[in-house]
């Protein structure tokens, strides 16, 4: 997994998250508070993920270069 990816699903986890604990907190639904406390680990572990994961830039390729006279 890219560091782009798990980033991509912070934000989504994030999302999910707020939407969960806004419903949770103006309905009083118990599956509401389930479906938060999931979503926050998830986006937890999508963070771990990204810290750890490397950054895949290119490594620069050596090139011979021959000079005309």
Known sequence: MTRSVANR???LC???AS???VTGLASQVPVA???FLI???LCA???LFTLA???RAPAP???RVRRRR
Request: a negative charge; aromatic letters at 8%.
């Open 53 to 55: 994961a490397p950054n």
């Open 39 to 41: 979503s926050g680990s």
């Open 33 to 35: 508070e389930v479906l």
């Open 45 to 47: 572990v999508m963070l």
């Open 9 to 11: 699903i912070v934000v």
């Open 61 to 63: 390729v050596p090139v």
């Open 14 to 16: 994030v999302l999910f």
């Open 19 to 21: 939407l969960f604990a």
